[in-house]
């Protein structure tokens, strides 16, 4: 049996040329030693944002709220053990 000689695949590129990305032009993150620990991003809605003049203000009402929350006793329920059909 012979080989059949393959053609060799043309790549198809299906990503747009404003999208590719050029690694061999990358730079170093230079905001990364600023960030010494981790950082979580939240986005607020307009009308929540709007209450609030920094994110300073927002984790002083927040680190209240928590709190708050904290010294409310704990709800406890009575269990009630209900028969299943069977």
Do not use: C, W
Not at 31 to 46: D, H, I, N, Y
Request: without cysteine; positive net charge.
């Amino acid at each position: 049996m012979k080989k059949t000689v393959r053609k060799p695949r043309r790549e198809i590129d299906d990503v747009r040329p404003e999208y590719q990305f050029d690694y061999s032009q990358a730079k170093p993150n230079r905001f990364a030693s600023r960030m010494t620990r981790p950082v979580v991003a939240v986005v607020l809605e307009s009308d929540v944002a709007a209450v609030f003049d920094s994110s300073a203000k927002v984790n002083a009402q927040l680190r209240s709220a928590i709190s708050a929350r904290k010294r409310r006793k704990p709800v406890t329920r009575v269990r009630t053990h209900h028969r299943r059909a069977g």
